[in-house]
Nanobody, 121 residues
Framework: QVQLVESGGGLVQAGGSLRLSCAAS????????MGWFRQAPGKEREFVAA????????NYANSAKGRFTISRDNAKNTVYLQMNSLKPEDTAVYYC??????????????WGQGTQVTVSS
């Protein structure tokens, strides 16, 4: 079991920045690829970004490329999502997730409770 707790969400104006954090506990963090997903009201949850066990491989949704950066600190059991140039359409609950194996868009077994990000226009 891996327990995940997100933090860092909040209200920000369009064009602003936020950094989300996800702290992991339980089984060895460095065994897990990590991902960030989001769900806006009335929409399905969607992939945002993912990072490999070592941190050397990352994937991004087209909507996140060039604006968001995923990173991890295995010594701190934490994964981050730096979000810049935020837009109102980025408003959503953001979730971090973990999966054994390689970085991927799907197949995540463990999920956090989510953190709300609201971007005002």
């Amino acid at each position: 079991q891996v327990q995940l707790v997100e933090s860092g969400g909040g209200l920000v104006q369009a064009g602003g920045s936020l950094r989300l954090s996800c702290a992991a506990s339980g089984r060895t963090f460095s065994y897990y690829a990590m991902g960030w997903f989001r769900q806006a009201p009335g929409k399905e949850r969607e992939f945002v970004a993912a990072i490999s066990v070592s941190g050397g491989n990352t994937n991004y949704a087209n909507s996140a490329k060039g604006r968001f950066t995923i990173s991890r600190d295995n010594a701190k059991n934490t994964v981050y999502l730096q979000m810049n140039s935020l837009k109102p359409e980025d408003t959503a609950v953001y979730y971090c997730a973990a999966r054994l194996g390689e970085v991927a868009y799907t197949g995540y077994n463990y999920w956090g409770q989510g953190t709300q990000v609201t971007v005002s226009s």
